[in-house]
């Protein structure tokens, strides 16, 4: 297995371009949503709005505005699959169609995949969504072909300012904790990094670096695995059964007393 | 400041009218065949006509549910990759993930429920080849059948409550019980659909359908509590059932598909019209049970 690989995503010098987005659609062939047809969220510079099987890096606009709107500032955040070493989606998939590649990224082998949805809900960050195109479930693979050929994923490489940084793990933890280092150091006692440490799903291969809460940027302050439901769900249930036995038995067992 | 609960960050993943039908009828053909099971195994012997509609019921329901699972793909005619992989053909099966144990499921419940609705047909007189009929109990072949049929059964009813719990989203995840009030929910419409069509054809004497009218008590009984428990396991969660969502719980779940049936059932032993209403009114509850888990959480 080559070394683990993903991307370290600095927030705070994200200018909100969208040149990842355009450079990902651009390599991996994603059309336009609506047929062409211009959609506008009306209320934000983001027409994005979601990840999606047609969109597979979206760049977050959170305006955080006083009421009176003398204050405020721009959030911004290109947000992507976090490749996480413990994947939801890839623990439920019925068809096997999601597999953990020799990057140690995970990727939807949409020649397998059936549409069956199951990964969509599984994902504690809402990343997957039915491509209309394959009636497939899609999402970034990374630039998995990229990758293969020993190049670097498209919107990193088109990234200006170097917001989403390619490379191994362990480089990427280092270059994020001396960032973090930075600045605090400058007086930004807010600034964290999300998921780069293995304590989040074993770990994000895709993490970030924020200056608010999670929240704020749209991201779940404690995601999990489904799989966590799995045992006591499946314990309930049982117990349900030996009830409805139960109930069955004394409704039904033969007495021997003929009405 | 309070965290937001991660579920909420979550996207839904379009299940929707497809699923809530696949969850209910697949819920009855589990329910019919293991209350069918329980006769033939552990009942009285005048109570076997009304097994008999059981196995009946429950294969056309259970080959309706296959279609209505493939036709809900994005990719209809790739279903069979959650059987067999698709490049290696060989066999598909996750343990730990409740779709891929349950398209296993429900492919054997499938096998179990034709044998049993063979032999029911030749029980009937339907299919003259008596042998057939030796795949119902008594008798050591048509017992095997029935006790891994039930079991199958038993599966159908619940895993797909736990199928909603192993994922990230909203009110499903949040909750360990959807597959206990499902399991319990899933008998009770299969009690019902056998005291309609018992009722209507005729094949039970009275103490048959006073057991089925009992033991659908007792079911209602149960599903009231968990549904309760599931309420409150849900925490702060539970607000988002604070909308029309809430009152079709409270209004039709609860009320209609419960209190009202629980009521009726008292009256069953005198009004037959009190009985088949009780039936009906089950059915619509454990509908809208569905309808209310299924496109609440979809609709977040």
Redesign the interface.
């Given at each position: 297995m080559a070394e683990p690989m993903g991307f370290f995503t600095d927030t705070t010098i994200c200018i909100g371009c969208k040149a990842c987005e355009v450079a990902c659609k651009e390599w991996n062939q994603l059309p336009a949503a609506n047929g062409g047809v211009n959609t506008l969220s009306g209320d934000s510079y983001d027409n994005t709005r979601?990840l999606?099987g047609l969109h597979w890096r979206h760049v977050k606009f959170v305006e955080q505005f006083t009421p009176d709107r003398s204050e405020g500032r721009w959030l911004l955040m290109s947000d992507v699959c976090k490749h996480c070493v413990q994947a939801?989606c890839l623990?439920?998939?019925?068809?096997?169609?999601i597999i953990r590649t020799e990057f140690d990224t995970v990727v939807i082998q949409s020649?397998?995949?059936?549409?069956?949805?199951?990964c969509?809900?599984?994902?504690?960050?809402?990343?997957?969504?039915?491509n209309p195109v394959s009636?497939?479930a899609q999402k970034c693979t990374l630039c998995y072909d990229r990758l293969q050929a020993g190049m670097e994923p498209a919107c990193s490489k088109a990234c200006p300012t170097d917001s989403i940084q390619f490379g191994t793990i362990a480089d990427l933890r280092q270059r994020a904790e001396a960032r973090v280092g930075q600045l605090r150091g400058q007086g930004e006692n807010r600034a964290q990094l999300y998921g780069a440490d293995d304590r989040m799903l074993g770990g994000l291969n895709s993490f970030f670096l924020l200056i608010d809460?999670p929240?704020a940027y749209?991201?779940?302050?404690?995601?999990?695995m489904?799989?966590r439901?799995?045992a006591?769900?499946?314990?309930?249930?049982t117990?349900?059964?030996i009830?409805?036995?139960i109930?069955?038995?004394?409704?039904?067992?033969?007495?021997g007393n003929?009405? | 400041?309070s965290?937001?609960p991660?579920?909420?960050?979550?996207?839904?993943?379009?299940?929707r009218w497809l699923i809530v039908f696949y969850f209910f009828l697949g819920g009855i053909a589990g329910g019919a065949y293991?209350?069918a099971a329980?006769?033939d195994l552990?009942?009285?012997?005048?109570?076997r006509p009304l097994a008999r509609l059981g196995y009946l019921v429950a294969f056309p329901l259970t080959v309706v549910c296959g279609i209505l699972l493939v036709v809900?793909?994005?990719?209809?005619l790739?279903?069979w990759?959650?059987l067999l992989?698709?490049?290696t053909l060989t066999p598909?099966i996750?343990w730990?993930?409740?779709?891929?144990v349950g398209?296993w499921a429900l492919l054997l419940f499938g096998f179990f429920t034709l044998l049993s609705f063979v032999a029911a047909l030749a029980d009937d007189g339907w299919l003259r080849w008596p042998g057939l009929a030796r795949l119902r109990p008594p008798g050591i072949l048509g017992t095997i059948v029935v006790v891994l049929g039930g079991l199958l059964g038993?599966f159908i009813?619940?895993?797909t409550?736990?199928?909603l719990?192993?994922?990230?989203?909203p009110i499903?995840?949040d909750t360990?019980?959807?597959?206990?009030?499902?399991?319990?929910s899933s008998?009770s419409t299969g009690a019902a659909v056998l005291m309609l069509l018992a009722r209507r054809r005729a094949v039970a004497?009275?103490?048959g359908l006073h057991?089925?009218e009992?033991?659908d008590t007792?079911?209602l009984v149960?599903e009231l509590l968990?549904l309760v428990a599931l309420v409150v396991s849900l925490g702060s969660l539970a607000r988002l059932w604070l909308n029309t969502w809430g009152v079709l719980l409270v209004l039709g779940v609860v009320g209609v598909g419960i209190v009202a049936p629980l009521l009726l059932h008292r009256q069953a032993r005198t009004s037959a019209l009190a009985g088949a209403s009780a039936a009906v009114l089950v059915l619509v509850g454990g509908f809208l049970l569905r309808v209310v888990i299924v496109l609440s959480s979809e609709s977040v």
């Open positions: 979601r999606d939801g623990e439920v998939c019925p068809t096997g169609a020649s397998a995949c059936n549409g069956c949805r199951d969509i809900g599984a994902c504690p960050f809402g990343v997957i969504d039915i009636g497939t809460r929240e749209g991201l779940p302050p404690d995601p999990k489904p799989s439901n799995l006591p769900g499946s314990l309930w249930a117990l349900g059964g009830l409805v036995g109930a069955g038995l004394v409704s039904f067992r033969n007495r003929r009405p | 400041m965290e937001v991660s579920t909420l960050f979550t996207a839904a993943p379009h299940w293991l209350i329980l006769i552990f009942g009285r012997p005048w109570d809900d793909l994005n990719r209809p790739r279903f990759h959650m992989a698709s490049e598909m996750k730990w993930s409740p779709m891929s398209a038993f009813a619940g895993y409550g736990v199928l719990a192993v994922t990230n989203r499903w995840s360990s019980l959807i597959g206990l009030v499902f399991l319990i008998a004497n009275a103490e057991a089925l009992r033991f007792l079911l149960l968990a």
